[in-house]
């Protein structure tokens, strides 16, 4: 049986990645250097991978803004993008179906709890979650994905063991930090990850509009055996 699912946000629930990687791209494309969807997909899923000052001088072999500068730059055009954003496809039918079975959800992301709540507010789907599990720093004792420590987190506020539930990832990170924290894990890329290396998911689906509930059924329990396995 399915106890809860648990969900990644940025790029999953809503594709706020390719906006964050079109915004660095126009603040590079400005200072005479091309991002590539290469360069960026080493900081999905995670925090503190790349340091944007440091890859705008490896590119333009100069010395340019610091990642803080940069950021002052980046920020605004991201904010303009974030206006157009919507749930992706599938997510809310996966949900309806989670609770038409009483089947709780959570949230369990690298990003801050200052970003990840206000959006759920804007989106309309606050109170589609149970737990919101965000990486707000080390203080918590954990680094951010590929790290456990946000799953865990989630699964041990709902009060349920990881063999319950199912975790939703879009990249290679993600889907790293789900396996660690011993959850079975549905991926499902993105246009910023469909390219990259997923195998270690134990399904990929194109859209969440492809699963059925038999599907995380079939999932819960052999990750229930796995994790009973010696």
Same mark, same amino acid.
């Given at each position: 049986? =399915?106890?809860?699912?648990?969900?990644?946000?940025?790029?999953? @629930?809503?594709?706020?990645?390719?906006?964050?990687?079109?915004?660095?791209?126009?603040?590079? #494309? &400005?200072?005479?250097?091309?991002? +590539?969807?290469?360069?960026?997909?080493?900081? $999905?899923?995670?925090?503190?991978?790349?340091?944007?000052?440091?890859?705008?001088?490896?590119?333009?072999?100069?010395?340019?803004?610091?990642?803080?500068?940069?950021?002052?730059?980046?920020?605004?055009?991201?904010?303009?993008?974030?206006?157009?954003? +919507?749930?992706?496809?599938? =997510? $809310?039918?996966?949900?309806?179906?989670?609770?038409?079975?009483? =089947?709780?959800?959570? @949230? !369990?992301? %690298?990003?801050?709890?200052?970003?990840?709540?206000?959006?759920?507010?804007?989106?309309? @789907?606050? &109170?589609?979650?149970?737990?919101?599990?965000?990486?707000?720093?080390?203080?918590?004792?954990?680094?951010?994905?590929?790290?456990?420590?946000?799953?865990? !987190? !989630?699964?041990?506020?709902?009060?349920?063991?990881?063999? &319950?539930? =199912?975790?939703?990832? &879009?990249?290679?990170?993600?889907?790293?930090?789900?396996?660690?924290?011993?959850? #079975?894990? @549905?991926?499902?890329?993105?246009?910023?990850?469909?390219?990259?290396?997923?195998?270690?998911?134990?399904? $990929?689906? #194109?859209?969440?509009?492809?699963?059925?509930?038999?599907?995380?059924?079939?999932?819960?329990?052999?990750?229930?055996? %796995?994790?009973?396995?010696?």
């Amino acid at each position: 049986m =399915v106890g809860a699912l648990i969900f990644d946000f940025d790029g999953l @629930i809503v594709d706020t990645e390719w906006t964050l990687f079109t915004a660095w791209r126009s603040v590079f #494309a &400005d200072h005479g250097a091309e991002l +590539t969807v290469d360069d960026f997909s080493v900081a $999905i899923g995670t925090r503190g991978a790349v340091d944007w000052g440091d890859l705008l001088a490896r590119k333009t072999g100069r010395a340019g803004p610091n990642e803080d500068e940069l950021r002052t730059l980046k920020d605004p055009l991201e904010s303009a993008m974030r206006q157009e954003l +919507t749930v992706l496809p599938g =997510v $809310i039918a996966l949900l309806d179906a989670a609770a038409e079975r009483g =089947v709780v959800c959570a @949230i !369990a992301s %690298s990003s801050g709890r200052d970003w990840v709540e206000p959006l759920l507010g804007e989106l309309g @789907i606050s &109170d589609r979650f149970a737990v919101v599990s965000t990486w707000d720093g080390h203080h918590l004792g954990y680094g951010p994905k590929p790290e456990p420590g946000v799953y865990r !987190a !989630a699964y041990e506020q709902l009060g349920l063991a990881p063999r &319950d539930c =199912v975790a939703f990832e &879009d990249s290679p990170h993600g889907v790293s930090a789900a396996k660690a924290a011993e959850l #079975a894990c @549905i991926c499902v890329p993105n246009r910023l990850t469909v390219g990259l290396d997923l195998a270690h998911a134990d399904k $990929i689906v #194109a859209s969440m509009l492809e699963l059925t509930w038999s599907d995380l059924e079939r999932l819960a329990p052999r990750q229930a055996t %796995s994790s009973l396995d010696p």
